[in-house]
T-cell receptor
Framework: LAKTTQPISMDSYEGQEVNITCSHN???????ITWYQQFPSQGPRFIIQ???TKVTNEVASLFIPADRKSSTLSLPRVSLSDTAVYYC?????????????FGGGTRVLVKP | NAGVTQTPKFQVLKTGQSMTLQCAQD?????MYWYRQDPGMGLRLIYY???????DKGEVPNGYNVSRLNKREFSLRLESAAPSQTSVYFC?????????????FGQGTRLTVV
């Protein structure tokens, strides 16, 4: 499981775009980049995954540069309900014996 | 589809009591995990089972035991509960290649040890 570094917290306002960058300098060739969202008192929810370039779904976009040493989760036009902790994970699964560990995540607070 | 189901949702134990937290998934996933999350903190892996028939220690296994009963079910046992085990416990499941397909979590069990 590649080591990741992401900001501890970020504040934003409703309607703004939030970008969270995750650094993963030792990402391996087979590794995928996965982001999870956790609301208070709930289990984490898988929101997006990518390998390279850009991925977009109904919740977020994920930008991955060519060297794959970092990635940016973009949340467009956030609302109060986007207040959550966002976790960046990098790995493939089998190579790590399928051990799945989480870092501290980024606590995003959306203000009115 | 229920996804990952944990029981119970809430539990209060006295110090020294034992209990088993149950987890079942209906997605035919090979891998299952148990985490604990203390207030304001991140998730810490207790034990995991990469596939049916195997279990391995995670980051904080002391005081816990697990059983992978079958492909669907993975239980977590506290033999002698301690106040330090007061936490929210999450169970998760995934395919072997969690990096590609993601992991899915239950709603958690809130455990208080008094």
């Amino acid at each position: 499981l590649a080591k990741t570094t992401q900001p501890i917290s970020m504040d934003s306002y409703e309607g703004q775009e939030v970008n969270i960058t995750c650094s993963h300098n030792n990402i391996a060739t087979n590794d995928y980049i996965t982001w999870y969202q956790q609301f208070p008192s709930q289990g984490p929810r898988f929101i997006i995954q990518g390998y390279k370039t850009k991925v977009t779904n109904e919740v977020a976009s994920l930008f991955i540069p060519a060297d794959r040493k970092s990635s940016t989760l973009s949340l467009p036009r956030v609302s109060l309900s986007d207040t959550a902790v966002y976790y960046c994970l990098v790995g493939e699964g089998e190579a790590a014996g399928n051990k799945l560990t989480f870092g501290g995540g980024t606590r995003v607070l959306v203000k009115p | 589809n229920a996804g990952v189901t944990q029981t119970p949702k809430f539990q209060v134990l006295k110090t020294g009591q034992s209990m088993t937290l149950q987890c079942a998934q209906d997605m035919n996933h090979n891998s299952m995990y148990w985490y604990r999350q203390d207030p304001g903190m991140g998730l810490r892996l207790i034990y995991y089972s990469a596939s049916e028939g195997t279990t391995d220690k995670g980051e904080v296994p002391n005081g816990y035991n697990v059983s992978r009963l079958n492909k669907r079910e993975f239980s977590l046992r506290l033999e002698s509960a301690a106040p330090s085990q007061t936490s929210v416990y999450f169970c998760a499941s995934s395919e072997i290649y969690w990096g590609r397909w993601g992991a899915f979590f239950g709603q958690g069990t809130r455990l208080t040890v008094v």
